[in-house]
């Protein structure tokens, strides 16, 4: 018996509140109906229903499966959507919020080529390096860098992010280059404020309690940290999608190779929502290939 008509039976039935109704919803007889959600039910050993002369119930059970049904049913009309010209049903506004430099930077082609996929969407693009409630802001997706906790939210990655360590030549050639971690206590270390401690970025487990980096400059933004190492002003540690193209010109070079801190990763979040919005759907969709399993800033490293 096909698996989808008996779910999509049993919604009926769920829906109208009677076996009669349903059956004449579906355009099929009572009888079928009984005989699929039987069926049904036998399938899966569990009463899913509650038949009695007056009314039809549902079980706990019933309810539950009835939840998952709607979005099995949800997900197919979507795909078959999808297959004629889903870009004509995509519309609406997209809100995303997303990190400063990587938006400026790299977030810009791939909105261009979204909304050249589903033109009749409109998006709102709010860069920012602050954390962003984005139940309570009423925002769709956010582009999120770093390991992220556990959270209520739906987090799918979309790209490694790769972080190096670097100076200017010019403040090598005045300070000396650091060979070991514990050579760095004595530089003077350009500090982004948003990160996790920096002992902790580093990720050696055994200079974990020891390691403490020296700053006189701490900063909110890493392509002004970057810059700053640029000018000389000291050591850094910055995402390869901001400081790459730094180094691929010499600007700055990276140092202690063999010390190369864990790669973290780009992630969009977005709500754990029973039924996402289409529009959240496609942008998911769309996005988690884009940059591949090596962005193409990593490329000539």
């Given at each position: 018996?096909?698996?989808?008509?008996?779910?999509?039976?049993?919604?009926?039935?769920?829906?109208?509140?009677?076996?009669?109704?349903?059956?004449?919803?579906?355009?099929?007889?009572?009888?079928?109906?009984?005989?699929?959600?039987?069926?049904?039910?036998?399938?899966?050993?569990?009463?899913?229903?509650?038949?009695?002369?007056?009314?039809v119930s549902v079980t706990e059970a019933g309810?539950?499966?009835?939840?998952?049904?709607?979005?099995?049913?949800?997900?197919?009309?979507?795909?078959?959507?999808?297959?004629?010209?889903?870009?004509?049903?995509?519309?609406?506004?997209?809100?995303?919020?997303?990190?400063?430099?990587?938006?400026?930077?790299?977030?810009?082609?791939?909105?261009?080529?979204?909304?050249?996929?589903?033109?009749?969407?409109k998006l709102d693009l709010r860069l920012t390096?602050?954390?962003?409630?984005?139940?309570?802001?009423?925002?769709?997706?956010?582009?999120?860098?770093?390991?992220?906790?556990?959270?209520?939210?739906?987090?799918?990655?979309?790209?490694?992010?790769?972080?190096?360590?670097?100076?200017?030549?010019?403040?090598?050639?005045?300070?000396?280059?650091?060979?070991?971690?514990?050579?760095?206590?004595?530089?003077?270390?350009?500090?982004?404020?948003?990160?996790?401690?920096?002992?902790?970025?580093?990720?050696?487990?055994?200079?974990?309690?020891?390691?403490?980096?020296?700053?006189?400059?701490?900063?909110?933004?890493?392509?002004?940290?970057?810059?700053?190492?640029?000018?000389?002003?000291g050591i850094a540690m910055q995402p390869t999608?901001?400081?790459?193209?730094?180094?691929?010109?010499?600007?700055?070079?990276?140092?202690?190779?063999?010390?190369?801190?864990?790669?973290?990763?780009?992630?969009?979040?977005?709500?754990?929502?029973?039924?996402?919005?289409?529009?959240?759907?496609?942008?998911?969709?769309?996005?988690?290939?884009?940059?591949?399993?090596?962005?193409?800033?990593?490329?000539?490293?």
């Amino acid at each position: 018996m096909d698996k989808l008509t008996t779910m999509k039976t049993f919604l009926a039935v769920v829906q109208e509140g009677s076996f009669s109704k349903a059956a004449d919803k579906l355009d099929i007889s009572p009888q079928l109906v009984s005989k699929y959600i039987s069926a049904l039910e036998d399938n899966l050993r569990t009463r899913l229903l509650h038949r009695t002369t007056r009314k039809v119930s549902v079980t706990e059970a019933g309810n539950q499966y009835y939840q998952r049904c709607q979005q099995v049913i949800i997900d197919i009309e979507d795909m078959e959507n999808s297959l004629n010209n889903l870009s004509e049903n995509v519309s609406g506004v997209l809100s995303i919020s997303a990190p400063m430099s990587f938006g400026t930077k790299h977030l810009a082609g791939l909105l261009v080529d979204f909304q050249k996929q589903y033109p009749n969407l409109k998006l709102d693009l709010r860069l920012t390096d602050q954390y962003v409630d984005i139940v309570e802001q009423g925002i769709d997706i956010a582009l999120r860098i770093g390991v992220l906790k556990n959270s209520t939210l739906i987090a799918k990655k979309i790209a490694p992010i790769r972080l190096a360590v670097f100076a200017s030549p010019d403040y090598l050639k005045r300070h000396g280059t650091p060979q070991t971690l514990l050579d760095l206590q004595s530089h003077n270390y350009l500090r982004y404020s948003h990160s996790e401690p920096t002992k902790r970025l580093f990720g050696v487990n055994e200079l974990k309690s020891e390691l403490k980096l020296e700053s006189n400059f701490v900063a909110n933004n890493g392509d002004l940290l970057l810059n700053t190492a640029i000018a000389g002003g000291g050591i850094a540690m910055q995402p390869t999608f901001i400081a790459g193209e730094a180094l691929a010109q010499g600007k700055v070079v990276r140092i202690l190779n063999d010390y190369e801190p864990e790669p973290m990763g780009l992630y969009m979040v977005y709500a754990n929502r029973q039924f996402l919005p289409s529009k959240v759907r496609a942008f998911v969709d769309f996005a988690s290939g884009y940059y591949g399993d090596t962005p193409y800033w990593d490329l000539g490293e």
